[in-house]
Nanobody
Framework: VQLQASGGGLVQPGGSLRLSCSMS????????IGWFRQAPGKEREGVSC??????????SDSVRARFTISRVNAGNTVTVYLQMDNLKDEDTAMYYC?????????????????WGQGTQVTVSS
């Protein structure tokens, strides 16, 4: 199984970025893909999650109404996007995508066992 995150960068407050997470090699029918972030000196926190079958979405309170998660299936590859709008300084962090088997989304890192490499998001004027 491979998870590949991309799309990070430097953006001004109020700006937008779209992160991508490409997943391949996972054959289970039921899974969830999550986005987490970790700022320097802070714990890794859940941002958003989406399930495979019914597309149930979850968001943390800090990003709800500003971030949108979506999923595109193409053959054996699944791409999960995180559209981030109205970015704030406090959104600055390394963002990771992660995978868990099962029907449910969770925003706690303990539920996830497979992590991709991170992509850095920096919000600064």
């Amino acid at each position: 199984v491979q998870l590949q995150a991309s799309g990070g960068g430097l953006v001004q407050p109020g700006g937008s970025l779209r992160l991508s997470c490409s997943m391949s090699g996972f054959t289970s029918e039921y899974y969830a893909i999550g986005w987490f972030r970790q700022a320097p000196g802070k714990e890794r926190e859940g941002v958003s999650c989406i399930t495979s079958k019914d597309g149930t979405k979850s968001y943390s309170d800090s990003v709800r109404a500003r971030f949108t998660i979506s999923r595109v299936n193409a053959g054996n590859t699944v791409t999960v996007y995180l559209q981030m709008d109205n970015l704030k300084d406090e959104d600055t962090a390394m963002y990771y995508c992660t995978l868990r088997a099962g029907r449910l989304c969770h925003l706690s890192k303990e539920y996830f066992g497979l992590w991709g490499q991170g992509t850095q998001v920096t919000v600064s004027s």
